[in-house]
T-cell receptor, first 112, second 111 residues
Framework: DAGVTQSPTHLIKTRGQQVTLRCSPK?????VSWYQQALGQGPQFIFQ???????QRGNFPDRFSGHQFPNYSSELNVNALLLGDSALYLC???????????FGQGTRLTVV | SQQGEEDPQALSIQEGENATMNCSYK?????LQWYRQNSGRGLVHLIL?????REKHSGRLRVTLDTSKKSSSLLITASRAADTASYFC???????????FGKGTMLLVSP
């Protein structure tokens, strides 16, 4: 079991550019959540996908969007990047409500 | 916004000692979970305690939950250098399955 895999591991982008991050959930999991973790902070919930639809959304602007595919994998897209978007982006998968989440190793995004 | 607050922000102990971290939260929960993070990478799930449970054990970990005080504690017994990491509590609220994290406690265990 490969667990949750994220790609790429590191990324450097320029302000104003767009970025796409990818996540494959743990085998058997159908729910994918994305979190943003700034340096020295706890992860902040961005949104959650279930059955290819956005089920819940945190307090993030519309520049942050996502998608879930029929195989449950997911993408996080960020448009018009700002310096403040520099963070570790974590993907977590789970299979039912209120159960433990399994996290990937994250994608470190640096915006310059 | 952060839901929980961990205390202390940082903790430094010697190998073999016990480490206790506390977490407080603001609104009622369905369950509370503790995670470990090494060197700013992915989070590893440690333990989940439901709102109707008061104490739970897993190996060297002991978690307590006091819903009347809206607080939880994580005890790591007989700590090892490999326990050095950041520890986060995360709450799950009724009707949702997302996690709301605190800012974490950074634990340093010296040999």
């Amino acid at each position: 079991d490969a667990g949750v895999t994220q790609s790429p591991t590191h990324l450097i982008k320029t302000r104003g550019q767009q970025v796409t991050l990818r996540c494959s959930p743990k085998s058997g999991h159908d729910t994918v959540s994305w979190y943003q973790q700034a340096l020295g902070q706890g992860p902040q919930f961005i949104f959650q996908y279930y059955e290819e639809e956005e089920r819940q959304r945190g307090n993030f602007p519309d520049r942050f969007s996502g998608h879930q595919f029929p195989n449950y994998s997911s993408e996080l897209n960020v448009n018009a990047l700002l310096l403040g978007d520099s963070a570790l982006y974590l993907c977590a998968s789970s299979w039912a409500r209120n159960t433990e989440a399994f996290f990937g190793q994250g994608t470190r995004l640096t915006v310059v | 916004s952060q839901q929980g607050e961990e205390d202390p922000q940082a903790l430094s102990i010697q190998e073999g000692e016990n480490a206790t971290m506390n977490c407080s939260y603001k609104t009622s929960i369905n369950n509370l979970q503790w995670y470990r993070q090494n060197s700013g990478r992915g989070l590893v799930h440690l333990i989940l305690i439901r709102s109707n449970e008061r104490e739970k054990h897993s190996g060297r970990l002991r978690v307590t939950l006091d819903t009347s005080k809206k607080s939880s504690s994580l005890l790591i017994t007989a700590s090892r250098a490999a326990d050095t990491a950041s520890y986060f509590c995360a709450t799950v609220h009724s009707g949702y399955s997302t996690l709301t994290f605190g800012k974490g406690t950074m634990l340093l265990v010296s040999p």
